[in-house]
């Protein structure tokens, strides 16, 4: 189903104004400097493009692999940095960093996290059960970044799982200490990333979020979905995560939406792998090392291809190459004058997995506050050496 197109009013974070109501999810291994360039240059130069996540402890120890991890282009803007915090004072230090040494124009924390190290250590989607402890940390981050009117905003999950759901406590929570917008993945942590996203949960929280943008994430595999996501739950604005992998210029589709524009882009093969060995050198130059940015650029080439006729035995040789010659010559290979294939490249991508218990540090859920021995806890969860 084709939405009539509709012009979309831009997003508006605080003194920040982003044309496209459209952000890119951080994902770790993901979104680094290498493709979130590539997205710009697909035609989607007026979104918002978030790093990977890295944790405020490592960026406060200033951890080689975190500073390079919040490097943007000399012409990125705005630039946005999401950080994954679970104590106020280490958010504070980390949020004042990023603020006085001018290396981001966008704060996002990190709520939504469902992996089981971080979720165990009472981290990402599982510290906004604990409402106090949640609001400290938006409040620190506020509290450093305000005076150099650098937005901060929060993105979050519905809750930990259907019975213990924290999102509309969260929401007016992190609206009241200052946050310049809210973002809901319309999934339980123990759901993860299966099944299928609530939006109707996205809908509830634009109904008690009042005075701030509320953005929808989840199952946006489309410009169409999008459309749909800001018709049926009156959100102000989408996050894009899965639905880009080896697809950078869904922003273009996306941009093209929300101004009003029923086009879309369908590459041919030819195309696709002219984009395909962009992003390789792009992750070359940004790991400095041709052997890595090739290792890094294997898991996005079934991305890339999908739905395309490619024989298991080249996708095979694809998935192994280890220089930027071997991929010219396996890409010189391919029947490039594939027109794009449809159904077969649309949809979900990426693991979708199953849902699941979610492992909580003991006693958890017996309360909403932090005992001061979990505060110490808690607090001590971020690896020093984590790096994001």
Request: a negative charge.
């Amino acid at each position: 189903m084709t939405l009539a197109p509709a012009v979309a009013p831009p997003l508006r974070l605080g003194d920040l104004t982003i044309a496209t109501p459209v952000v890119l999810a951080p994902m770790a291994g993901i979104t680094n400097r290498a493709f979130r360039r590539l997205c710009r240059q697909s035609g989607g130069a007026d979104s918002l493009y978030v790093s990977e996540m890295i944790t405020s402890r490592a960026l406060v120890e200033r951890t080689p692999i975190t500073m390079k991890l919040i490097e943007h282009d000399p012409d990125e803007s705005p630039r946005s940095i999401q950080l994954y915090s679970t104590d106020p004072l280490t958010t504070a230090k980390a949020a004042h960093i990023l603020a006085s040494e001018d290396r981001c124009d966008h704060i996002d924390l990190n709520f939504g996290c469902p992996v089981p190290k971080v979720t165990r250590k009472g981290g990402g989607s599982a510290l906004p059960w604990k409402t106090e402890w949640f609001r400290a940390i938006v409040a620190a981050a506020v509290r450093e970044a305000s005076p150099y009117g650098i937005p901060v905003t929060v993105k979050m999950r519905v809750g930990i799982d259907a019975e213990h759901q924290t999102y509309l406590d969260a929401g007016r929570i992190a609206e009241a200490e200052g946050a310049a917008c809210v973002a809901l993945h319309a999934r339980t942590a123990a759901q993860a990333y299966s099944g299928t996203a609530d939006w109707s949960a996205i809908a509830r929280l634009k109904e008690a979020v009042t005075s701030i943008p509320v953005l929808g994430n989840g199952d946006i595999w489309s410009a169409d979905d999008a459309l749909r996501m800001v018709a049926e739950t009156g959100c102000d604005g989408v996050v894009v995560g899965r639905g880009c992998l080896g697809r950078p210029w869904l922003f273009a589709d996306l941009a093209a939406a929300f101004t009003g524009s029923s086009e879309r882009v369908s590459p041919t093969l030819r195309e696709v792998t002219d984009t395909l060995r962009r992003h390789a050198a792009y992750l070359v130059e940004f790991y400095g090392d041709e052997i890595k940015g090739c290792r890094d650029i294997r898991k996005h080439i079934a991305w890339y291809l999908k739905g395309f006729r490619v024989g298991s035995s080249l996708r095979n040789q694809l998935a192994l190459v280890d220089s930027l010659a071997a991929l010219d010559d396996l890409i010189g290979t391919l029947e490039l004058d594939q027109p794009w294939p449809g159904e077969a490249a649309d949809g979900p991508r990426g693991r979708a997995g199953s849902e699941r218990h979610v492992v909580l540090p003991e006693g958890w859920l017996d309360n909403r506050d932090l005992s001061p021995k979990q505060q110490a806890e808690v607090a001590a969860a971020e690896e020093h050496n984590s790096g994001g």
